[in-house]
T-cell receptor, first 114, second 113 residues
Framework: DAGVTQSPTHLIKTRGQQVTLRCSPI?????VSWYQQVLGQGPQFIFQ???????GRGNFPDRFSARQFPNYSSELNVNALLLGDSALYLC?????????????FGSGTQLSVL | DAKTTQPPSMDCAEGRAANLPCNHS???????VYWYRQIHSQGPQYIIH???NNETNEMASLIITEDRKSSTLILPHATLRDTAVYYC??????????????FGKGTKLTVNP
């Protein structure tokens, strides 16, 4: 079975641009979460979605948005990119997003903002 | 803020047991302790989790103290491929009724030949 897949794997953008990152969860998983990991730090929670509804949002500005589609895949959008948005963006899925469930992570999208 | 504290780095000889400690003194009674690891440039990989009893799976063992204020992850026979950053995590609730992983900086484990 395929794990969590993310695309693209690498991306280079310039300041002020907009970016869309994509995630396909493990088959059968209905919950998707997004995390940002800057170099040298642990991942930080951005969003969690379940059945197309936002179930959680981390401490990120409104430039960050996400959505989940009927097939449970998800997109993360970041507008007006800043240099500080350079990071590894990780997507994770779980069956229902319930407490106690394991989260399975993809390999991430490495975003570089120049 | 992370609810766990871990040493920033540890070394272990190949073939020996690696014991990674974690303090979580503010953990609530119904919060699980999770361990993930991250090999360079990859996504975090789930290892094990537990509530109050000790747990064992094919990857590792998790020992949780009786007061639940600390735990130890044990890799019984470390190999070079176990070199990674290990995160001890207590999940935190989200406003939507779900949970999020709150990562600290983890422990960088280096397994030496």
């Amino acid at each position: 079975d395929a794990g969590v897949t993310q695309s693209p794997t690498h991306l280079i953008k310039t300041r002020g641009q907009q970016v869309t990152l994509r995630c396909s969860p493990i088959s059968g998983h209905k919950s998707v979460s997004w995390y940002q990991q800057v170099l040298g730090q642990g991942p930080q929670f951005i969003f969690q979605y379940y059945e197309k509804e936002e179930r959680g949002r981390g401490n990120f500005p409104d430039r960050f948005s996400a959505r989940q589609f009927p097939n449970y895949s998800s997109e993360l959008n970041v507008n007006a990119l800043l240099l500080g948005d350079s990071a590894l963006y990780l997507c994770a899925s779980s069956p229902y997003g319930l407490p106690g469930e394991k989260l399975f992570f993809g390999s991430g999208t490495q975003l570089s903002v120049l | 803020d992370a609810k766990t504290t871990q040493p920033p780095s540890m070394d272990c000889a190949e073939g020996r047991a690696a014991n990674l400690p974690c303090n979580h003194s503010t953990i609530s009674g119904n919060e699980y302790v999770y361990w993930y690891r991250q090999i360079h440039s990859q996504g975090p990989q789930y290892i094990i989790h537990g509530l109050k009893n000790n747990e064992t799976n094919e990857m590792a063992s998790l020992i949780i103290t009786e007061d639940r204020k600390s735990s130890t992850l044990i890799l019984p026979h470390a190999t070079l491929r176990d070199t990674a950053v290990y995160y001890c995590i207590v999940r935190a609730p989200t406003q939507g009724g779900s949970e999020k992983l709150v990562f600290g900086k983890g422990t960088k484990l280096t397994v030496n030949p």
